[in-house]
């Protein structure tokens, strides 16, 4: 249509189709390269429409896997606290509890995926204060213990996230269990920030305080194993009062995918 108006209105003789071989093969040319476009942003439609496609099934498989995950994981879970219940080995029942743990720090993880929304990354804001919380709920009994959490806006692969979700399980377990002693209550304060280049996971209590004649446990080693992993560093000092544990991470490992 563009070439037929362009022939009659404005290539001589005007307010006809007749034109000579030279503006002839223009037109040609013309419409060769409309079709050729025409052509190339159709081909771009449809490739944007599969890509919708693609990623919309891509995020229902995911969410297929977290739930499917997450009850694997409740099943692993439910048996794991059967087994503690049966046993009457005080250090058994402590070992499985401590992997019941784990297990449902992981499980949490998949919680969170299904339907972000965002590609499979996790809300660690969301995550770790509800882990904390639970952890508070869980394991300090009757004493008057406060787990407080705050974390920045950080969004985090699962995979990054279950290691920082398991990090912040170990090192708060640890401060419950033996910064207060006997009867004595307190308040374990967890951390995450980024500056730029790092993110840090911070864990510090107001209890008896690091000794240094402390022989690292299982749960110390996890962390320094899952520090690892990511690339990152474990630091412990005095924190007078209390002992505060760092956990310095590469933030690259925020976009892996």
Same mark, same amino acid.
């Given at each position: 249509m563009s070439a037929a108006v362009a022939a009659y209105f404005f290539i001589d003789p005007i307010f006809s189709f007749a034109i000579g071989l030279k503006d002839t093969f223009a037109l040609t040319i013309f419409v060769a390269i409309g079709f050729t476009m025409?052509?190339?942003t159709e081909a771009l439609r449809e490739a944007v429409r599969r890509l919708d496609e693609s990623e919309a099934a891509k995020a229902l498989l995911l969410e297929e896997l977290a739930h499917r995950t997450k009850n694997d994981l409740a099943i692993i879970s439910s048996a794991i606290?059967?087994?503690r219940n049966n046993s009457k080995d005080p250090a058994v029942r402590d070992a499985l509890s401590a992997a019941n743990a784990r297990v449902l720090v992981v499980a949490q993880a998949q919680e969170r995926l299904r339907g972000d929304g965002k590609g499979g990354l996790v809300g660690l804001s969301d995550y770790v204060t509800a882990l904390g919380h +639970?952890?508070?709920d869980l394991l300090r009994d009757v004493r008057p213990i406060a787990v407080r959490v705050t974390c920045t806006d950080i969004f985090a692969p699962s995979s990054v996230a279950v290691h920082v979700g398991?990090?912040?399980n170990e090192l708060v377990t640890n401060s419950l269990k033996y910064a207060y002693p006997t009867e004595r209550g307190g308040v374990i304060k967890v951390d995450i920030t980024t500056n +730029?280049?790092?993110m840090i996971v911070t864990v510090i209590d107001d209890g008896v305080g690091c000794s240094p004649?402390?022989?690292p446990g299982l749960g110390s080693k996890l962390v320094r194993?899952?520090?690892k992993q990511l690339g990152g560093t474990v630091e412990r000092e005095d924190a007078n009062p209390g002992c505060c544990v760092r956990v310095t991470l590469d933030e690259r490992i925020l976009l892996l995918p």
């Open positions: 025409s052509w190339i606290t059967l087994q +639970g952890l508070g398991l990090i912040v +730029g280049t790092n004649e402390t022989v194993l899952l520090a």
